[in-house]
């Protein structure tokens, strides 16, 4: 079984400010900044190469092109620094050098994020919608995506994120049709099940779908745990069904999250999941959270198959440690650390 993460690999240029400024127009001083490697693919990928077996390979990050510049070699070395104990195999680039040069490619993608002693964030890119389109209308680089980088099928797993829709809807489709198990966040999918319904192309997805999403991005943040449910019900009911196939997992930040649906052709109930908490004076930064939760969720639930209560528990865990350093994936918490925050907290230590 091959797990392959695809979708967002950047720069992200982290500045640290005591407060976001009141009215336009002002001046907020920046404390520090830092450039890191970043991204929702990068972050967790680099999450699970932190606890897999030296030599594994049956991890991958699947990076989509970028303009070789310094900042896309900087992302290079980056990537080569994080195989350093595993093996280089898991990295693979869709970059096809003989069209390097093109109308899209204008930028390596770089994200600004802000980070205020609030421990609020708010970021800003440039680079993206300019990939994405490049690997939609290239017809090359569509291909070796489609039938080269990526491996389909029900003893696979591929894992997007938001960033991307063009080409993340080409690659569910396939994946649909081929009963790829799928793990999806944030990523549109309504537009995916209407085109696949008018090309009288069946849905009877057996593998495993899981749809992670957060209420930074459909709202509700920080508000009633029934507004939650309500949500979840809403997707359930579309369609005539059909995201009951998925198991859903909507989270609120530390106050846990919203959990229902299909896993291993079962029905789960949605109930509310409270996890342990990080003290709120230890939180240094937020970003990339969402990422090491994936990042633990595969790695416990798909790589190692334990039961979906204490992966569950692992990929809070590790969701919650990632917020004690600056930067998604800077210093991802190790195996040891989260086995010392469940032991803490009463919870069932893993991978020992």
């Known amino acids: 079984m091959t797990i392959q993460i695809f979708g967002t690999v950047c720069i992200d240029k982290v500045r640290k400010i005591e407060e976001f400024p009141k009215s336009l127009g002002t001046y907020t001083p920046v404390i520090s900044e830092q450039v890191l490697l970043g991204g929702e693919a990068s972050n967790t990928f680099v999450c699970i190469n932190e606890w897999i077996e030296k030599g594994q390979e049956s991890v991958k990050l699947v990076v989509p092109p970028f303009v070789n510049d310094l900042n896309g070699k900087f992302i290079i070395d980056k990537l080569k620094q994080s195989t350093d104990k595993t093996s280089d195999k898991n990295v693979i680039f869709t970059q096809i050098e003989e069209i390097n040069e093109n109308s899209f490619l204008k930028y390596t ?157 079962e029905w789960i109930e949605p109930y509310w999941f409270t996890p342990s908490t990080i003290p709120l004076d230890k939180i240094i930064d937020t970003t990339g959270a969402g990422d090491a939760f994936r990042a633990g969720l595969i790695y416990s639930l798909v790589h190692r198959n334990q039961s979906l209560s204490d992966s569950l528990e692992f990929a809070s865990a590790s969701g919650g440690l990632n917020c004690l350093s600056i930067g998604g994936c800077s210093k991802t918490p190790s195996l040891n650390s989260i086995n010392q925050f469940l032991k803490s907290n009463n919870k069932n230590q893993m991978f020992l």
């Open 109 to 265: 993608p770089i994200t600004d994020i802000y980070v205020c002693n609030k421990k609020e964030r708010t970021m800003f890119g440039i680079g993206f919608p300019e990939i994405d389109q490049y690997m939609f209308e290239c017809k090359e680089i569509k291909e070796k995506i489609l039938n080269v980088d990526l491996q389909f099928g029900p003893n696979h797993w591929i894992s997007l994120d938001t960033n991307y829709p063009l080409i993340n809807k080409e690659i569910l489709k396939k994946s649909i049709v081929t009963n790829t198990n799928l793990f999806i966040m944030d990523q549109e999918l309504d537009s995916v099940v209407d085109e696949l319904s008018k090309e009288n192309t069946s849905i009877e997805h057996t593998s495993n779908l899981i749809f992670q999403s957060s209420s930074d991005h459909f709202g509700n943040k920080d508000g009633p745990v029934q507004e939650f449910f309500n949500i979840m019900n809403q997707w359930f009911q579309k369609d005539n069904g059909i995201f009951k196939k998925f198991l859903f997992i909507l989270t609120d930040s530390k106050n846990g999250f919203a959990i229902g649906g299909t896993w291993n052709n």
